[in-house]
């Protein structure tokens, strides 16, 4: 066993194997100092996953190495008998470096033997990654490159990162913050909240609420099953929900918004190129900006209005067609219930 473990962890000088006194240092940690990594890839099938750019230190590797479920503490050498069920190998090859830790597969598996392996790789900030947990979080910071990640049971979180970013979880929550160009992110079981960003974004939850803050670019977010809150919005937002509210305000966009089961309610500060509202089952209140031109087609089952003098068109209880401040941008809305229009 001992020549096992040598050859699985030590082989390799700059490997340095570190006793697990608590669960804040690791178990081992590889030095890629003097490599000039360009990507990196990790693969675990119970841990979580970070790479940052930030300049914590020296570029190395760290990993973590816990329990069943991550919750229970071990000796070294527990771990080390546990490992021989393990794949778990940290190597560079050119500009790549490569994290992976796996079970073996082989004969009958006991669950409260297993281990949860994680990685923590810092490099600098010219990085891309292919990361793959099947049981914890993913996180990304200070890059600049192409990221694809994925989890099955963990959230993601993002900050500061730049370039195409292509993420997807299972199970968990998105966080993506000051960063930029092409996002992409996906969550089948959890809440998205996207805060400075800018670019091209589509952002997708199967189950959760959207909370999108200082977005400014081509912007396509929904939800299935969750509400939806915006502010401070420019570009494009194309937006919309199956089961909730929607609640938008400082809007400076083009707007495409839709809620088939809840109420809406959207303030502008600037219109975009068009405006577009459909609401299923649900009151409409928005407010225009006072001094812009629009068109407007307003269709609800009661429609209530306070134009003063600009106003030139039909006002009927039901429709409200014409020209808002000599024209512009075609604003329209279908809704089923009260439609409530005003100026700020």
């Known amino acids: 066993m001992k020549n096992y473990l040598l050859l699985l962890f030590i082989a390799c000088q700059s490997y340095t194997v570190l006793a697990q006194s608590d669960n804040q240092q690791p178990y081992m940690t590889k030095s890629l100092s003097g490599a000039a990594i360009k990507e990196v890839f990790v693969k675990t099938s119970g841990g979580s996953i970070t790479v940052s750019g930030a300049g914590n230190g020296a570029p190395r590797v760290e990993v973590y190495i816990n329990g069943n479920n991550g919750n229970k503490t071990l000796s070294k050498d527990e771990i080390a008998k546990r490992l021989e069920n393990y794949i778990l190998d940290v190597a560079v090859n050119g500009s790549e470096v490569h994290a992976i830790a796996k079970n073996k597969g082989s004969g009958v598996f006991n669950w409260n033997n297993s281990l949860n392996i994680s990685f923590k790789v810092f490099v600098t900030k010219q990085v891309g990654t292919n990361l793959n947990t099947s049981g914890g979080s993913i996180r990304l910071d200070n890059l600049v490159g192409k990221q694809d990640f994925e989890t099955s049971g963990g959230s993601l979180n993002i900050d500061q990162v730049t370039g195409a970013i292509h993420g997807r979880t299972s199970g968990g929550s998105i966080h993506v913050s000051n960063s930029g160009q092409d996002i992409d992110l996906q969550t089948s079981g959890g809440s ?50 199956s089961g909730g509210s929607i609640n938008l305000s400082q809007l400076s966009c083009a707007l495409d918004a839709s809620t088939s089961a809840g109420s809406f ?38 429609i209530n209005s306070d134009f003063a003098g600009n106003f030139k068109g039909n006002i009927e209880k039901e429709k409200v067609q014409g020209k808002l401040n000599g024209g512009g941008a075609l604003v329209e809305v279908r809704g089923n219930g009260r439609v409530n229009l005003s100026l700020n």
Not at 284 to 302: R, S, T
């Open 192 to 241: 998205i909240n996207a805060a400075n960003c800018q670019g091209q974004m589509k952002l997708e939850t199967s189950g959760g609420s959207l909370h999108l803050e200082a977005l400014k670019g081509t912007i396509n977010a929904t939800t299935s099953g969750g509400s939806i809150q915006a502010s401070n919005i420019s570009g494009e937002l194309v937006t919309g929900t």
């Open 265 to 302: 309610h959207a303030q502008f500060n600037s219109i975009g190129k068009y405006v577009k509202i459909d609401v299923s089952s649900g009151n409409v209140e928005l407010q225009l900006p006072a001094k812009q031109g629009v068109d407007l087609n307003i269709k609800g089952d009661k």
